[in-house]
């Protein structure tokens, strides 16, 4: 077998493991779990934390989609997965997102980063980001949406509100977080190179669990063909070469 279809093969397979483990807890929050009892109410919060984790997950994939490297060398399938992670996440528009991510990689730190602000706070930056990326198209496919589950499939408003919504602004803060303020913001140290991002020094485990390995963000940047689920021994080797050459 290929590199590229062993590639392609780990990593349909983690995407499909990501989408239908999401699809079934948000059937299962929205529709489904009773807000009744300590039982239900003990339960909500756990069920909440896994929802938004794997919400991540699903703009992950989209994001690796958009570097081809989901599927490397077959671009109907990057782009028609891509497509549904998008839609499912947020409602986003995969081509829309696609030359913004691209000219984000091209200028990183630069006025022509879309993701670039000038402030180095936090909610001033992510209230920029949210609104280069969410727009009037989004909140009106989310609102379709929302109230056909709650008119049409009669799921409970509240069920529906904290399930869906609140796991959906959650992962879009954890996206921003990990993935933009922490690996692009200025510090007191300089940035290595022209991608102008650094790494964090989580391990593997951490990395996994705050953003798929996305906050190797140096890593990414020199390599964005390489998938998030590749980045830690990428991150690894960085980080022997570097003290090999301290040495």
């Known amino acids: 077998m290929s590199q590229q279809a062993r590639q392609a093969r780990i990593g349909v397979g983690l995407a499909a493991a990501i989408v239908s483990a999401w699809a079934v807890l948000h059937v299962y929050g929205v529709f489904f779990h009773p807000l009744t009892g300590a039982r239900g109410w003990l339960l909500a919060p756990l069920l909440l934390a896994a929802t938004t984790w794997l919400n991540v997950g699903l703009f992950i994939i989209a994001h690796d989609c958009m570097h081809g490297s989901l599927a490397p060398g077959r671009p109907r399938v990057n782009r ?60 009106a496919v989310l609102a379709v949406l929302l109230w056909s589950y709650i008119l049409l499939l009669g799921a409970s408003p509240v069920n529906a509100l904290l399930f869906w919504g609140v796991p959906a602004i959650l992962s879009s803060l954890q996206l921003f977080f990990f993935g933009t303020y922490l690996p692009h913001r200025q510090d007191e140290v300089a940035f290595a190179d022209r991608h102008r991002t650094r ?45 090999s050459a301290a040495a």
């Open 199 to 243: 790494s964090n020094e989580f391990g593997y485990l951490a990395s996994l669990l705050t953003c798929y390995h996305f906050g190797y963000h140096h890593e990414h940047h020199r390599s964005p063909g390489t998938p998030w689920w590749k980045l830690p021994s990428i991150r690894r080797q960085t980080t022997e070469s570097a003290r």
């Open 80 to 139: 028609n997965v891509g497509r549904v992670m998008l839609a499912l996440y947020a409602g986003f528009s995969y081509d829309k997102l696609l030359p913004k991510h691209h000219d984000h990689h091209k200028h990183a730190g630069t006025e022509r980063d879309p993701d670039f602000s000038h402030s180095n706070r936090f909610w001033p930056w992510y209230l920029a980001f949210f609104r280069e990326y969410f727009g009037w198209r989004e909140f």
